[in-house]
């Protein structure tokens, strides 16, 4: 039974435009809300988080945004740059650890 | 700067044997965690450990076993390799308490080909 998905695996935009990745997830018990990016042949990196307390938490080009009703997570990245090209993994956390199945995002020049 | 390391970045090793992958902490975590990455799949936790002997299951225990001796050290061990075990290792680590909850720090994989 799958708790989380990010039912988008790729996703393409063009450098200055804004990308939107999306996460589900079906467990209202989860309190933290965590994206990683990752590089190919590099581990994941924490790019940003939020609390089950807050709906929006923004840092630099990076905005992450919590709707607990829909049980529906998304990272705005505005305006998107080429070196922002990775898979991004959604990690849905709380006593269990969850994370996403990625989505990649291409942004082109 | 926190350092998570692998003690291979690539590996091969034939059906049956028996492998052992370390995974290195400099920064005193007390958490530590070892996934797999499988394409379509994400990562999905094979097992974790909050304390220095201590070990919990993950999603995906099975054919896996793990050690934590020493606080800075966690290893995953595949008793009779098999080539669906075939993927990409991440180990990660984190603080117990304090900083952005369940922010992990990952090392930079291990690629195993089972063959």
């Known amino acids: 039974d799958q708790q989380v998905k990010q039912n988008s695996p790729s996703l393409s935009v063009q450098e200055g435009r804004i990308s939107i990745l999306n996460c589900d997830y079906t467990n209202s018990m989860f309190d933290y809300f965590l994206w990683y990016k990752k590089y190919p042949a590099e581990g994941p990196t924490f790019l940003i988080s939020?609390?089950?307390?807050?709906d929006k938490n923004e840092d630099g080009r990076f905005t992450v945004f919590l709707n607990k009703s829909a049980k529906h997570l998304s990272l705005h990245i505005v305006p998107s740059q080429p070196g922002d090209s990775a898979v991004y993994f959604c990690?849905?956390?709380?006593?269990?650890?969850?994370f996403g199945e990625g989505t990649q995002l291409t942004v082109n020049p | 700067d926190v350092k998570v390391t692998q003690s291979s970045r690539y590996l091969v090793k034939r059906t049956g044997e028996k492998v052992f992958l370390e995974c290195v902490q400099d920064?005193?975590?007390?958490?530590m965690f070892w996934y797999r990455q499988d394409p379509g799949l994400g990562l999905r936790l094979i097992y974790f450990?909050?304390?220095?002997?201590?070990?919990e299951k993950g999603d995906i225990p099975e054919g896996y076993s793990v050690s934590r001796e020493k606080k800075e050290r966690f290893s995953l061990i595949l008793e009779s390799a098999s080539t669906n075990q075939t993927s990409m290792y991440l180990c990660?680590?984190?603080f117990g308490g304090g900083g952005t909850p369940y922010e992990q720090y990952f090392g930079p994989g291990t690629r195993l080909t089972v063959t």
């Open positions: 990690d849905i956390s709380g006593s269990r650890l969850t």
């Open positions: 450990s909050y304390d220095v002997k201590m070990k």
């Open positions: 990660a680590s984190s």
């Open positions: 939020i609390s089950s307390i807050k």
């Open positions: 920064m005193d975590h007390e958490n």
